[in-house]
């Protein structure tokens, strides 16, 4: 199973190519490409709320350095002795003067353990060179999010999908155990609107990854105890503007443009991203 194919979802969003990430979980967490054995139970009391349940292996590549896609290479390794990651939601759909909408509540608690962001543990600042060096080690993790899609206008006999539809999603994590405490994006996409090319979209998003109270925290205590300037991680930023064309029916071509604000939090560095996605359907 990967999480992200349920859980945590944005349908609007899927449009864009950037994603937020789920950096806060071992190895990423069984997101794409990587996934792992699971169980899932959803439940739909009317048609229009479902409560979504799972608990998952809470580790898709394993302990140990380096990049997890080198960890597993085949995105299919069998981990079922790992801490579980459980993951529950509740979704709410609607329809007002045929504008469809869906509102997510959920959360994940991992059984984990995760480093502390800025403290030995014996207490001492890991930044320290006379302190253990080695991070405190905090029971389990968790996080809480909402996720929000909302079609605002919708032409005459138009499909759910067609018009003008925004989304907005947040998510917040404890600061201590965590390299990004609070995440949220939104967007806007507009379909079928040009004359002629009824199948194209486009659409601009924005994103932001704040970076935890404790990491900051602790890139101050190294510029203290090494004399250095460094950078003291606070943010990353994206906007990204795309536009799909349908070439022919199953075959879209996707250029996008993107915008990067403080790439991986340095606050002396910016970025600027094109590039193009190309699907075919068949």
Known sequence: MAMDVEFMVSDVSAFFVQ???????????????????GVRLKLDPTKDVSLLLAALNGDPAGPGLGDEQLRNRNGLNFRVHDRALVFGELQFRHSRHELEGTLKLGGWFH????????????GSLLADPDGLGVAARRRRNSAIYGVLDQQIWRPQGGSPGSGVSIY??????????????????GGIVFAGLIPH????????????????????????DVVMFTGAPGPIRDYEANLEVSYMAQIVPGWTVQPTLQFIWHPSGDAGRNATVAGARSIWRY
């Open 19 to 37: 994603q937020i990430a789920t950096v806060n979980l071992p190895s990423g967490g069984p997101a794409y490409p990587l996934s792992t054995p």
């Open 111 to 122: 059984l984990g353990d995760f480093d502390d962001q800025r403290f030995a543990g014996d």
């Open 168 to 185: 907005a999603r947040g998510l917040v994590s404890p600061s201590d155990r965590n390299s990004i405490s609070l995440s949220a994006d």
């Open 197 to 220: 090319r009824p199948d194209d979209r486009f659409g601009a998003s924005v994103m932001y990854l704040r970076f935890s109270d404790n990491l900051r925290a602790f890139d101050r």
